[in-house]
């Protein structure tokens, strides 16, 4: 069987979350007791803590919501580039070695280990001509192991308006810590919610042998 990684950072109240974004936070409305045999939850969270995927309604007003996306963009063959440490931006010339035959989806790690406990004001990000660039050569897919594929402080999103106007979906805050470069199939759909600007995903990879 195939190894499975799961690439999904743990979400609790502890997770970190974009400064101003709603964290995640957990109450019981039942619990198991007498009269009640259930335990049910009631969550409060931004759709863009963890592992998510943005929809294009995040960055264009007049965008699709999360779940009126196509989901083959999330499933399928993938390459993890590893860009460790480069920043502020991630140049084309940082997964120039690994960018031979790319397959539809790139995901790239940029940290050592994810600072999955805080919130990491001097991410990494793709310059925009990177992103023109993995489009060029038939990307559908982008995926960082950061926040955002835009600098945390940018106000105009130039990385952002590249996949609306090249029409690629992204996903972001995955967990590739443990992940080699190489190439797999990736598996991480969003939740079809009919308004949202983003959806949670539970992202894993598996080998291709």
């Given at each position: 069987?195939?190894?499975?990684?799961?690439?999904?950072?743990?979400?609790?109240a502890g997770t970190p979350?974009?400064?101003?974004?709603?964290?995640?936070?957990?109450?019981?409305?039942?619990?198991?007791?007498?009269?009640?045999?259930?335990?049910?939850?009631?969550?409060?969270?931004?759709?863009?803590?963890?592992?998510?995927?943005?929809?294009?309604?995040?960055?264009?007003?007049?965008?699709?919501?999360?779940?009126?996306?196509?989901?083959?963009?999330?499933?399928?063959?993938?390459?993890?580039?590893?860009?460790?440490?480069?920043?502020?931006?991630?140049?084309?010339?940082?997964?120039?070695?690994?960018?031979?035959?790319?397959?539809?989806?790139?995901?790239?790690?940029?940290?050592?280990?994810?600072?999955?406990?805080?919130?990491?004001?001097?991410?990494?990000?793709?310059?925009?001509?990177?992103?023109?660039?993995?489009?060029?050569?038939?990307?559908?897919?982008?995926?960082?192991?950061?926040?955002?594929?835009?600098?945390?402080?940018?106000?105009?999103?130039?990385?952002?308006?590249?996949?609306?106007?090249?029409?690629?979906?992204?996903?972001?805050?995955?967990?590739?810590?443990?992940?080699?470069?190489?190439?797999?199939?990736?598996?991480?759909?969003?939740?079809?919610?009919?308004?949202?600007?983003?959806?949670?995903?539970?992202?894993?990879?598996?080998?291709?042998?």
């Amino acid at each position: 069987m195939s190894r499975l990684w799961d690439i999904s950072p743990p979400v609790h109240a502890g997770t970190p979350v974009f400064p101003g974004d709603t964290a995640y936070a957990q109450r019981w409305s039942a619990q198991i007791g007498p009269g009640c045999p259930v335990n049910v939850g009631a969550l409060a969270l931004s759709p863009h803590v963890g592992a998510h995927a943005d929809a294009p309604l995040h960055y264009d007003p007049q965008g699709a919501a999360v779940g009126a996306l196509d989901l083959e963009p999330y499933l399928g063959p993938c390459r993890v580039i590893h860009a460790i440490g480069l920043r502020p931006l991630i140049l084309w010339e940082h997964l120039a070695h690994a960018t031979q035959g790319l397959p539809p989806r790139v995901l790239v790690r940029t940290y050592e280990r994810m600072p999955a406990d805080r919130w990491d004001p001097q991410l990494a990000a793709f310059a925009p001509d990177t992103v023109e660039r993995l489009a060029d050569a038939g990307v559908t897919l982008i995926g960082i192991d950061t926040a955002s594929i835009d600098p945390a402080d940018s106000k105009s999103l130039p990385s952002h308006q590249v996949i609306r106007r090249r029409g690629l979906r992204v996903l972001e805050n995955l967990l590739l810590d443990e992940v080699p470069e190489g190439d797999y199939e990736l598996i991480a759909l969003p939740l079809k919610l009919t308004t949202a600007d983003a959806s949670p995903v539970r992202a894993v990879l598996r080998g291709l042998t």
